[in-house]
C-alpha cells in the first residue's frame, strides 16, 4: 500500500511537471540531476518512479537507501539518494521547522520548495511505515501529522495555480 501512495505522489508530480521552471543552470550536480530542478522531464519523473517502485529503506542513521542495489548504483539512483539525504529533514522536529517556513511562503512557491515537499512527503511515509514496523506509536503518529501537513501545504499551493 505504501508503494502505491508514493507511486502516486510521484505520478502527481509528473501531471504537473508544467509547474516547475526550467533552469538554466547547465551544471550538473549530483551525478547528472540539477538541484533545483531535479525532474525536469517527463523521463526523469518515471525514472524516480521506478527507484520508488524498487523500494525505498531508512537505515538505523534515518538515511534513505534503495533496495535494489543495481538500480542504486546507477548515476541517476546515486543522485536521487543524495538528494532525499542531503536535502530532507531527518527528525520530526526539523521536519515541522520546514513545514513552518513553507506553510508561510507566498501564494506560489518555488520549484524547489516544491521538490522538498514531494520528497518530503516521500520520506515522512516511509517513516510512518518504518515506525509502525519498530512498534513506535509516539513517533508513527508524529511521523503521520507531518506527513499530513505536506500534503496539506502541497495542496494549499497547488490549488493557488
Same mark, same amino acid.
Not at 506527513?147 to 501545504?153: Q, S, T
Given at each position: 500500500?505504501?508503494?502505491?501512495?508514493?507511486?502516486?505522489?510521484?505520478?502527481?508530480?509528473?501531471?504537473?511537471?508544467?509547474?516547475?521552471?526550467?533552469?538554466?543552470?547547465?551544471?550538473?550536480?549530483?551525478?547528472? /540531476?540539477?538541484?533545483?530542478?531535479?525532474?525536469?522531464?517527463?523521463?526523469?519523473?518515471?525514472?524516480? #518512479? $521506478?527507484? %520508488?517502485?524498487? +523500494?525505498?529503506?531508512?537505515?538505523?542513521?534515518?538515511?534513505?537507501?534503495?533496495?535494489?542495489?543495481?538500480?542504486?548504483?546507477?548515476?541517476?539512483?546515486?543522485?536521487?539518494?543524495?538528494?532525499?539525504?542531503?536535502?530532507?529533514?531527518?527528525?520530526?522536529?526539523?521536519?515541522?521547522? /520546514?513545514?513552518?517556513?513553507?506553510?508561510?511562503?507566498?501564494?506560489?512557491?518555488?520549484?524547489?520548495? #516544491? $521538490?522538498? %515537499?514531494?520528497? +518530503?512527503?516521500?520520506?515522512?511515509?516511509?517513516?510512518?511505515?518504518?515506525?509502525?514496523?519498530?512498534?513506535?506509536?509516539?513517533?508513527?503518529?508524529?511521523?503521520?501529522?507531518?506527513?499530513?501537513?505536506?500534503?496539506?501545504?502541497?495542496?494549499?499551493?497547488?490549488?493557488?495555480?
Amino acid at each position: 500500500m505504501l508503494r502505491f501512495k508514493c507511486a502516486w505522489v510521484l505520478l502527481c508530480l509528473a501531471a504537473v511537471r508544467g509547474f516547475w521552471h526550467r533552469s538554466d543552470v547547465s551544471a550538473v550536480i549530483h551525478g547528472g /540531476l540539477s538541484r533545483p530542478g531535479f525532474i525536469r522531464s517527463l523521463k526523469e519523473a518515471n525514472m524516480m #518512479f $521506478e527507484f %520508488l517502485l524498487s +523500494g525505498l529503506v531508512i537505515d538505523v542513521d534515518n538515511n534513505v537507501a534503495m533496495r535494489d542495489q543495481e538500480m542504486a548504483s546507477t548515476r541517476q539512483g546515486r543522485a536521487f539518494l543524495a538528494l532525499i539525504n542531503d536535502n530532507i529533514p531527518k527528525t520530526v522536529p526539523a521536519m515541522e521547522e /520546514l513545514l513552518i517556513a513553507l506553510e508561510d511562503e507566498e501564494k506560489s512557491f518555488s520549484q524547489s520548495s #516544491f $521538490e522538498t %515537499l514531494i520528497l +518530503g512527503i516521500i520520506y515522512s511515509a516511509y517513516q510512518v511505515q518504518k515506525q509502525e514496523v519498530e512498534r513506535q506509536e509516539v513517533q508513527q503518529k508524529a511521523w503521520a501529522d507531518v506527513l499530513g501537513r505536506l500534503a496539506n501545504v502541497t495542496f494549499v499551493h497547488l490549488r493557488s495555480y
